[in-house]
């Protein structure tokens, strides 16, 4: 073909014909300006994305659901709602709730109070969909300990299986997330899937989490939980009331955890290890209400905070009520 310039019989992944007829100058060995190269460069990733959010795949390339604008929450939480719906078989709900305005979330545990029952561990998984089994997984653990040796974690504990609570001379110490206000976890995640609310809550994009678990070696609680496995939760027993950053099913290969029923309390309810708890060792409400439940506990009592020698500051509050 004399004269002409023969293109190649493989175009450009997913470029336009008029990207195509670009290409040729680059193949012959015209020179090309630095303008024109980018100029390619970018016009070839764009057509590319483009292709690929016509697969499905565009969500692969969003931001953090922190960074999102209202339209993209909108659209993700959409996607997220249809899913949830067609994969279990019943109407869900996906929330995305912000944090209000001049709210400090505050958690306290009336350590006199406890008896072991563990009602409270069996509550937050119904309420958060947690994995039934293979991996079961609980976002709450309540230690056993002897009351002559204190909170002492080697005298500890977690598979105490007796016939009845209390038993005598033990106390409980029930352990989750600690929501810190200077979170280790968060530190660590290499990815920024995980950050800290206004409201005191730390949370999980679990889209963004890759699964390589530095929260869970930097979190001196225990309180961050791998799937291992694909979860398994009955679709008679999914909690369809759900917030995108909080009980929305999570997949294999991301941490979750406590997230004091993001879901609930952004809506002005106790967590629900609050409302099952039988003897009312558990205390929840706004820090920065002087007339909340947590700040009475806080202004009267003998509080305590797990670990404190660590400077994590919890919004996580041990108490005793005499």
């Not at 012959?28 to 057509?47: I, K, N």
């Not at 659901?65 to 078989?89: H, I």
């Not at 930097?218 to 027993?237: K, V």
């Not at 409400?285 to 009592?301: A, C, F, H, W, Y």
Request: hydrophobic share 35%.
């Amino acid at each position: 073909m004399s004269g002409e310039t023969k293109r190649s019989a493989l175009p450009v992944l997913g470029a336009t014909s008029a990207e195509v007829d670009l290409a040729p100058d680059l193949r012959a060995g015209a020179p090309v300006s630095p303008e024109r190269r980018a100029f390619l460069r970018t016009a070839a990733a764009g057509a590319a994305l483009a292709t690929l959010s016509g697969c499905g795949l565009g969500a692969l390339f969003r931001k953090s659901f922190r960074e999102l604008s209202p339209a993209d929450v909108k659209d993700v939480l959409g996607r997220a709602q249809a899913k949830n719906t067609a994969k279990y078989g019943k109407a869900v709900s996906v929330s995305g709730a912000p944090a209000r305005a001049g709210v400090e979330f505050g958690y306290g545990l009336d350590l006199s109070r406890c008896v072991g029952c563990r009602r409270c561990v069996y509550a937050c998984v119904a309420e958060n969909n947690q994995s039934r089994e293979h991996p079961q997984i609980h976002w709450i653990r309540v230690l056993q300990m002897d009351k002559e040796h204190g909170v002492d974690l080697t005298h500890a504990e977690q598979y105490y299986e007796p016939e009845h609570v209390p038993e005598p001379g033990k106390f409980y110490f029930p352990v989750q997330c600690q929501q810190c206000s200077d979170p280790p976890c968060v530190k660590t995640c290499p990815t920024g899937a995980t950050w800290k609310e206004p409201d005191g809550i730390v949370v999980i994009d679990y889209d963004w989490c890759i699964g390589c678990r530095c929260c869970m070696s930097a979190c001196p609680y225990g309180a961050r939980h791998f799937n291992w496995a694909e979860p398994t939760l009955p679709a008679e027993q999914l909690n369809p009331d759900q917030h995108y950053l909080g009980n929305r099913p999570r997949p294999k290969g991301v941490v979750e955890k406590c997230t004091f029923c993001i879901q609930r309390t952004r809506k002005g309810r106790y967590p629900a290890c609050v409302e099952i708890c039988p003897v009312g060792a558990r205390k929840f409400g706004n820090l920065l209400d002087p007339e909340s439940e947590i700040r009475k506990v806080m202004d009267t009592k003998r509080v305590f905070i797990f670990k404190e020698e660590l400077a994590t500051h919890p919004h996580f509050y041990y108490f005793y009520a005499t």
